[in-house]
């Protein structure tokens, strides 16, 4: 078959749906929480409201149940889950945080809002999470914590990880907003963590539009994170230690709230989250089995011991067996109809953000800070093998959520695969 590339007939010519996770039941909580006009149950002062109205507990129950912790939190987005993680660490200036340089931006932004220093370290060449071989030698006396990233859907090598951190007595944040129901030796990701953290927003697994959930089993982090998450500032003169452990002097708040409605739909969506998450998996595991004597491409490996909930399914190109190189790949590719994308994500430490160093005024918290006058590292070279797969190798697909089915990933699968069988056209 001709390539659409070449004037040939594409695979597919309709586009691909996005992604609907909702149904009826989301609909019918929704407007529930409509009619009772309560559509928020926070207020941000000493009383049971203080930790949200019905909805929002009913979900954090449901969380802790299903998830097998102590406590979850819930908030407007994981971006403000990760910003009370941080906080409830009381990581702050002249500190330094470890994490990964692929993952979404978030997860190193939330070290900056305390003023503290994002320390890049690689990745694994095979699973694109943090590479726990390389976190010791970033270790020195600024070393707070470590933040590792369930990338893609995935655990991250989170037992090493965590035994890293005792040894040097380090905090641990599991950024598993891409992971919700992923397991590693029969563990949720996120539970092993000292803070794990997980994302509601409308691309992920489930979701509620906008939305995140901060876990823990330590009480006192649970207790920071709802005072991070509800205006601390405005608690901390009160006599009932409910709210305030004596322990504490000063904490400054946010409102990172969840809404009564989102967490109504949040609800219904945790109940299905084994059913999406089996979708995906379905679909993924179509393709995967389509593409697995394919020596151009590797199919994403998945930990031992661990499950891939395939959030993003990303494959490595190869461009030496190929003889293309990935743009070509991905060029021929989109022309068939296939939106596969290459090149997720670049490194953090690349972005301007970084290599300008200026968060705040005057370049702080990397310059003119009292607490941190070393000369942090950004420069091109830091992490090599985040830089390759950047550069030359991820090939991303996302086309495996509901309402999308076996027809969509066959589409997909023939695709690719009428691009490799035709690679000498565009060699
Ligand atoms: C790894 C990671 N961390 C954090 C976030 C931020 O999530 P939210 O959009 O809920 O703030 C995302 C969202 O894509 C993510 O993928």
Request: hydrophobic content about 40%; overall charge neutral.
């Amino acid at each position: 078959m001709k390539l659409a590339l070449h004037g040939g007939t594409p695979i597919r010519t309709k586009p691909f749906p996005l992604s609907i996770t909702t149904g009826n039941e989301e609909v019918e909580a929704g407007i529930k929480v409509l009619k009772s006009g309560l559509l928020s149950g926070f207020v941000g002062s000493p009383s049971d409201e203080f930790f949200g109205g019905k909805y929002v507990k009913e979900l954090e129950t449901a969380w802790s149940k299903k998830f097998n912790i102590k406590h979850s939190i819930s908030c407007n987005s994981a971006t403000s889950a990760l910003i009370m993680a941080v906080g409830a660490l009381e990581i702050g200036p002249g500190d330094e945080v470890i994490v990964p340089p692929y993952t979404m931006s978030a997860t190193s932004t939330a070290i900056l809002f305390y003023n503290a220093i994002p320390i890049f370290v690689d990745i694994e060449d095979d699973m694109f999470c943090l590479d726990a071989a390389k976190i010791e030698e970033a270790i020195t006396p600024n070393t707070k914590a470590i933040i590792t990233v369930d990338i893609h859907g995935q655990s991250s090598n989170i037992k090493e990880i965590m035994k890293i951190a005792k040894k040097h007595n380090l905090k641990v944040i599991s950024d598993s907003s891409q992971a919700p129901g992923a397991k590693i030796d029969g563990a949720f990701v996120g539970t092993l963590a000292d803070i794990g953290v997980f994302s509601l927003n409308r691309h992920k697994n489930i979701q509620c539009g906008e939305g995140g959930i901060a876990v823990t089993n330590d009480k006192e982090l649970a207790l920071r994170m709802s005072l991070i998450r509800n205006h601390a500032e405005a608690l901390v003169g009160s006599e009932d230690e409910r709210f305030v452990p004596k322990s504490l002097v000063n904490m400054l708040g946010f409102n990172f709230r969840m809404t009564e409605i989102e967490a109504s739909i949040a609800i219904e969506q945790l109940k299905k989250l084994d059913i999406l998450n089996a979708h995906r998996l379905k679909l993924t595991n179509y393709l995967h089995d389509k593409l697995k004597d394919q020596d151009i491409l590797t199919i994403p490996k998945v930990r031992e011991n661990a499950t891939h909930i395939y959030y993003m399914d990303v494959y490595r190109f190869d461009e030496k067996k190929a003889g293309i190189n990935r743009a070509k790949f991905i060029e021929a590719l989109n022309k068939e109809g296939i939106p596969i994308w290459g090149g997720y994500l670049k490194p953090l430490y690349l972005e301007p953000l970084y290599q300008q160093k200026i968060a705040y005024k005057d370049g702080y918290p990397f310059v003119n800070n009292a607490h941190y006058t070393k000369k942090v590292n950004y420069n091109k070279g830091l992490c090599p093998v985040a830089e390759r797969l950047y550069e030359k190798e991820t090939i991303v697909n996302i086309f495996n959520y509901q309402p999308l089915n076996l027809d969509d990933a066959k589409d997909i699968a023939g695709g690719i695969l009428k691009v490799i069988e035709n690679l000498n056209e565009l060699r």
